[in-house]
């Protein structure tokens, strides 16, 4: 099993702010790596794949680095909607894996 | 665009077996190189993958359910299915079905549906 370490947990910003989130895994996944955001009460959705690739139909300020073990995933200037929680997976390997989440919190 | 829609009891009593269908519209579900998965997420918990499917019936489970977990797939009702046996409260969650590109991330969701287990 792929272990991942998503951090930080929690994150308070204000709109407009640069935001960044690590994601780090327990062996190297090349960059079979996606990150979603989930909004309360709604399904998650596909933000980036394949580490760097932006889905489509997502923002710009939106933007994925990495590979092997250590991945970010950067909003360059923080909006309104969104606020939310994100989370990484791994799909290198199974079973595949999320990390735990970080919330962003308006602060 | 496709769209995916879980449905099935929302309660389930322990020791009893969770059914769970999710449908899929606006598509083929045997076109193209998708599996097709099963994902949840306890109340206020984050996302624990369940398994997948390939439509030639191929699956692949995560470890921690593989003794319970039995996902199966109909063509021509364009549907997949779960099933959990000898549930507890441990298996309550939102239960998500979703779609799997080539085996890789996952682009399209359901919105989720909340099973309880309780007696």
């Known amino acids: 099993v792929i272990w991942m370490t998503q951090s930080p947990s929690l994150l308070s910003a204000s709109t407009g702010d640069r935001v960044t989130i690590s994601c780090r895994m327990s062996?190297?996944?090349?960059?079979?790596l996606a990150w979603y955001q989930q909004k309360p009460g709604k399904a998650p959705e596909l933000l980036i794949y394949a580490a760097s690739t932006l889905q489509s139909g997502v923002p710009s300020r939106f933007s994925g680095s990495g590979s092997g073990t250590d991945f970010t995933l950067t909003i360059s200037c923080l909006q309104s909607e969104d606020f939310a929680t994100y989370y990484c997976?791994?799909?290198?390997?199974?079973?595949?894996?999320f990390g735990q989440g970080t919330k962003v919190e308006i602060k | 665009q496709v769209q995916l829609q879980e449905s099935g009891p929302g309660l389930v009593k322990p020791s009893q077996t969770l059914s769970l269908t999710c449908t899929v519209s606006?598509?083929?579900?045997?076109?193209?190189?998708?599996?097709w998965s099963w994902i949840r997420q306890p109340a206020g918990k984050g996302l624990e993958w369940i398994g997948r499917?390939?439509?030639?019936?191929?699956?692949n489970y995560n470890p921690s359910l593989k003794s319970r977990v039995t996902i199966s797939v109909d063509t021509s009702k364009n549907q997949f299915s779960l099933k959990l046996s000898s549930v507890t409260a441990a298996d309550t969650a939102v239960y998500y079905c979703?779609?799997?590109?080539?085996?890789?991330?996952?682009?399209?969701w359901g919105q989720g549906t909340l099973v309880t287990v309780s007696s």
């Open positions: 979703a779609r799997e590109p080539y085996g890789y991330n996952l682009d399209y």
């Open positions: 499917i390939y439509t030639s019936g191929s699956t």
């Open positions: 606006g598509g083929s579900i045997s076109s193209g190189s998708y599996y």
């Open positions: 062996q190297g996944i090349s960059s079979y």
């Open positions: 997976q791994q799909y290198y390997s199974f079973p595949r894996t």
